[in-house]
């Protein structure tokens, strides 16, 4: 029997980068919410600190309509990416008068402010738009997946389907975010992050609806970071039909999400091999593992790294089996290590691993270190697991040898510098701790009524992180040896 394909790593890699979530980025020239003009500064400036590689959130895109969705990890298509994100001042043909009046950042990004200005504005260029040579290639290699996309975005608006104008206009919204995100590409290695999953209504869901389980959401169970389980409303592939079809809708979003990336982070890489299914109006005790055709999407997973020569960092936190992991270091698919979970000290992790401190739904730094994100919880009506809550922050003070009083600037330098020492190909730090912020982006159990979850932005303008001396001593630190 022949050795399982290895995914793409090349030689001698060991670098150090950001995990950014771009919604909450922001300058004096967006408009509300991060765009990849503002992602391709942050790039640029990462890579003058001697950053190798930027992590960014998941550009998947949500309904076409509002309200917005805030959830990246709840996409309608995991294929195409968010008009949101369109730098509209950078789009052929605009001019000022298409601009908002200015919007300052505040306490919550306003996505329906944000998407109504840019589609009047990108409406406008597209009835000046006097067609290019690129978009024609663009919509000949999209073939039938992007005219799909298209005619569920017509739907979502409650468009008629003859309109070719508008659905072209949904295709020239991808091909400015392709160009754009190819010249983010074009300032450092970028690290795309995959989600699980998708909406039940979305237009992935659409399109591969003889292959979805429409009864059944994805979620986790019960643990000691969230005791009542987790239910994300997504939609899973059926594991028959998935295998019928030798894992092409997985081949295809794999290679979907490789477009312009050094790398790849497959978000819960366990459903690779089995997913937790929770019955559609039932709760996380009520579900069950099912089990998917792991050699098939293994199998595709490895040759779509090595085509595009882009490295695959699987999220395998939480409940995995040593089997899983045993079967993706065979494969090459690097590990996610944190120093919130890890026993061992970071100088003995692999070196096929990624090294960070948190996630966008763990506590950040300044969280743990304050007891914010404990008091935060409680004031949710959250079950807080103060035991586990207590044996963090402690972790956090033996692995720095912070005293008690210490400022959080200093505690967020040190356990960097702890996680400095792993010999992981990629150590990540998340903006937020390099700002000391104290809220995580996103609060598991939540709703977007209770908190504003992934719609935060940043404390300080890109302009003035830029000159904030904090990342600037982060980046030193991370910079040691690598």
């Not at 309509?65 to 709840?74: M, N, W």
Request: charge should be negative; glycine fraction near 8%.
């Amino acid at each position: 029997m022949p050795e399982p394909l290895p995914c793409f790593v090349p030689a001698g890699l060991r670098t150090w980068g950001w995990a950014a979530q771009l919604p909450s980025l922001h300058s004096d020239r967006s408009w509300g919410i991060g765009d990849l003009a503002d992602l391709r500064r942050l790039a640029r400036w990462s890579a003058r600190l001697g950053a190798g590689a930027l992590l960014v959130s998941p550009l998947h895109a949500p309904r076409q309509r509002l309200p917005q969705q805030s959830s990246p990890y709840s996409p309608s298509s995991r294929l195409w990416r968010n008009p949101l994100f369109i730098a509209v001042d950078e789009v052929p043909g605009f001019d000022r008068s298409l601009a908002p009046a200015p919007n300052p950042s505040g306490v919550r990004i306003d996505r329906e402010g944000a998407w109504t200005a840019k589609m009047r504005a990108l409406e406008l260029l597209w009835a000046r738009f006097p067609g290019d040579p690129a978009f024609d290639e663009f919509r000949e290699r999209g073939g039938a997946a992007l005219a799909a996309w298209a005619a569920f975005c017509l739907g979502d608006e409650g468009g008629t389907p003859g309109d070719a104008s508008r659905l072209r206009f949904h295709e020239w919204l991808q091909w400015l975010l392709d160009e754009q995100l190819g010249s983010v590409a074009a300032e450092i290695r970028l690290v795309h992050d995959l989600a699980v999953g998708f909406d039940h209504d979305g237009a992935d869901a659409w399109r591969w609806r003889d292959a979805v389980a429409g009864g059944f959401g994805i979620g986790a169970p019960p643990d000691e970071f969230n005791r009542s389980g987790q239910d994300w409303g997504l939609a899973p592939f059926d594991p028959a039909r998935l295998e019928d079809l030798d894992g092409e809708p997985w081949r295809e979003t794999v290679r979907a999400n490789l477009r312009h990336a050094a790398g790849l982070r497959v978000d819960h890489v366990m459903g690779l091999f089995r997913l937790f299914w929770v019955p559609r109006g039932g709760a996380p005790p009520d579900g069950r593992y099912v089990a998917y055709p792991s050699k098939v999407l293994l199998h595709a997973l490895a040759e779509e790294s090595r085509a595009a020569r882009a490295v695959v960092i699987g999220e395998d936190l939480g409940t995995v089996q040593n089997t899983v992991r045993a079967e993706l270091s065979r494969r090459d698919v690097l590990s996610y290590r944190l120093l919130w979970f890890e026993d061992d000290e970071p100088a003995t992790w692999p070196a096929h691993s990624l090294a960070s401190v948190t996630t966008h739904d763990l506590p950040t730094i300044a969280g743990v270190w304050t007891g914010t994100d404990v008091a935060e919880q409680r004031a949710l009506g959250l079950a807080v697991d103060e035991a586990a809550a207590a044996r963090l922050r402690s972790r956090l003070g033996d692995r720095t040898g912070a005293r008690d009083d210490a400022p959080v600037e200093e505690v967020v330098l040190r356990a960097y510098e702890v996680l400095g020492t792993a010999p992981s190909m990629f150590v990540c730090a998340t903006l937020e701790d390099a700002l000391a912020v104290e809220h995580r982006p996103n609060m598991p159990g939540t709703t977007d009524a209770a908190r504003p979850n992934w719609s935060v932005p940043l404390p300080l303008s890109l302009e003035a992180l830029e000159d904030d001396p904090r990342p600037h001593d982060l980046a030193e630190v991370l910079g040691r040896g690598r």
